[in-house]
């Protein structure tokens, strides 16, 4: 049984950083696609960003491009997001997501695509 446990959330300021980890349980999180989605109050979850087993390969939610940086370190069972310039529209609890029932060659941008879910992690941005 995989099990995502996000952190690093936490009230930041428009314009600051924060850093999200993602630590999974587990034998097999090197063969995982991983992804990052967010749900602000009200609102549906949206992708936010997306990452191949390896790293190799990456995909961003258009308005997090350029700002945001999915990256992971398979030999720690670790995925991350890095948030810079961050915007009150951010706003949001930050989910980690785990595709697990197939080989992650493709980074995966949709969430009925993803089968583990974390229990997500507040982000606040101040304006």
């Known amino acids: 049984q995989v099990r995502l446990v996000e952190s690093g959330g936490g009230l930041v300021q428009a314009g600051g950083s924060l850093r999200l980890s993602c630590a999974a349980s587990?034998?097999?999180?090197?063969?995982?696609?991983m992804g990052w989605f967010r749900q602000a109050p009200g609102k549906e979850r949206d992708f936010v960003a997306g990452?191949?087993?390896?790293?190799?390969?990456?995909v961003y939610a258009d308005s997090v491009k350029g700002r945001f940086t999915i990256s992971r370190e398979n030999n720690k069972n670790a995925v991350y997001l890095q948030m810079d310039s961050l915007k009150p529209e951010d706003t949001a609890v930050y989910y980690c997501?785990?595709?697990?029932?197939?080989?992650?060659?493709?980074?995966?941008?949709?969430?009925?695509?993803?089968?583990?879910w974390g229990q997500g992690t507040q982000v606040t941005v101040s304006s």
């Open positions: 997501a785990a595709e697990v029932k197939e080989f992650g060659l493709i980074p995966r941008t949709r969430d009925y695509e993803y089968d583990v």
């Open positions: 587990g034998r097999f999180f090197s063969r995982y696609a």
């Open positions: 990452i191949t087993w390896s790293g190799g390969d990456t």
